[in-house]
């Protein structure tokens, strides 16, 4: 059976799927919302593409530090507005 992520020939599938698992914990537990529901909403992010991609080294970063990067980008897809200029 082949290898799912590998990196410089090293299998580190379980790695990636050990940080997606608590990476979507924290989702879940920072929005509110069930496990399955946290895996809807980060899955279509580029937070989750570079967490798959071996190369970006993301799944070598903690759960936290994952968390953050999801958290800006969806601060930056949905901005608030600024009411302070009124």
Request: proline share 7%.
């Amino acid at each position: 059976m082949d290898s799912k992520y590998t990196y410089k020939g090293i299998d580190i599938t379980l790695d990636v799927y050990e940080k997606l698992t608590d990476v979507l914990e924290l989702v879940s537990e920072h929005d509110g919302i069930p496990f399955d529901e946290a895996f809807r909403v980060f899955a279509p992010s580029h937070t989750y593409e570079a967490l798959a991609d071996p190369r970006t080294l993301m799944w070598s970063e903690s759960a936290p530090f994952i968390l953050d990067e999801f958290q800006r980008e969806r601060v930056s897809k949905h901005p608030t507005p600024d009411t302070s200029s009124s």
